[in-house]
């Protein structure tokens, strides 16, 4: 069955893919977020995570985020200086 609240959600969604800034940025996830009632982000306390790659960019991010929600995080590396730059 299609609501209003389906077809809301649909025009936010097709109005943030038409730009780059909307769908990358907060904004656009928080828009989407409300519009499609997504759960909130867990709780990782006490998890181990482990991130290859996560010195820099979306390896970087992922660590840092989850760390955020309480995770540790074991980060590989091949450079030691670059893994442990804060």
């Known amino acids: 069955m299609i609501t209003a ?19 990358f940025t907060k904004l656009g996830f928080s828009a ?12 990782m306390t006490g998890q181990t995570v482990l991130i290859t790659g996560g010195t820099s960019g979306i390896g970087r991010a992922t660590a840092d985020g989850l760390m955020n929600l309480g995770a540790n995080a074991i980060v590989t590396s091949r450079d030691q200086e670059r893994a442990t730059k804060g």
């Open 32 to 43: 989407r977020a409300s519009a499609y009632d997504w759960p909130a982000l867990p709780d």
């Open 5 to 23: 609240r389906k077809v809301a959600a649909k025009v936010i969604d097709v109005a943030l893919e038409g730009s780059i800034f909307g769908s």
